[in-house]
Nanobody, 121 residues
Framework: QVQLVESGGGLVQAGGSLRLSCAAS????????MGWYRQAPGKQRELVAD???????SYIDSVKGRFTISRDNAKSTVYLQMDSLKPEDTADYYC???????????????WGQGTQVTVSS
C-alpha cells in the first residue's frame, strides 16, 4: 500500500558528505513524521533524525551539527544531508514514515529497504 524508496548511499572517506533521499508513494492520505534510522553491524537500530509534517526536527547527539534532515511535502520526500562523516557513521540507513492511508484512514509505519553508508578512515 505504501512504498518508500531510498537512494544516495555509498562509500565515502572520512570528512566527506552524502545525501540520502527517500520518496514515499502509494495509497497515501497524509504523512506525519518522517525519519531516518540506522543499524550498524551487531548493533540495534537507532533513530538518527526525524521531522514532523510541520517542520519540527530532532537529532541524536552524535550527529548534531553534521547531519541535516529536511522534507518536501509536495513530493512526499525526506532527505538526510550528511556532512563531516565519520567511520562510526557506517551503517545501513532506513527511511521511516508514519502514513495515514487513503481509503481506510488507518495509520501505518512504513519502512524503506535500506541503503548502505560506508565511511572509510
Amino acid at each position: 500500500q505504501v512504498q518508500l524508496v531510498e537512494s544516495g548511499g555509498g562509500l565515502v572517506q572520512a570528512g566527506g558528505s552524502l545525501r540520502l533521499s527517500c520518496a514515499a508513494s502509494g495509497s497515501i492520505f497524509s504523512i506525519n513524521t518522517m525519519g531516518w534510522y540506522r543499524q550498524a553491524p551487531g548493533k540495534q537500530r537507532e533513530l538518527v533524525a526525524d521531522i514532523t509534517n510541520d517542520g519540527r526536527i530532532s537529532y541524536i547527539d552524535s550527529v548534531k551539527g553534521r547531519f541535516t534532515i529536511s522534507r518536501d511535502n509536495a513530493k512526499s520526500t525526506v532527505y538526510l544531508q550528511m556532512d563531516s562523516l565519520k567511520p562510526e557513521d557506517t551503517a545501513d540507513y532506513y527511511c521511516n514514515a508514519n502514513v495515514r492511508l487513503l481509503v481506510s484512514l488507518r495509520y501505518v509505519s512504513a519502512w524503506g529497504q535500506g541503503t548502505q553508508v560506508t565511511v572509510s578512515s
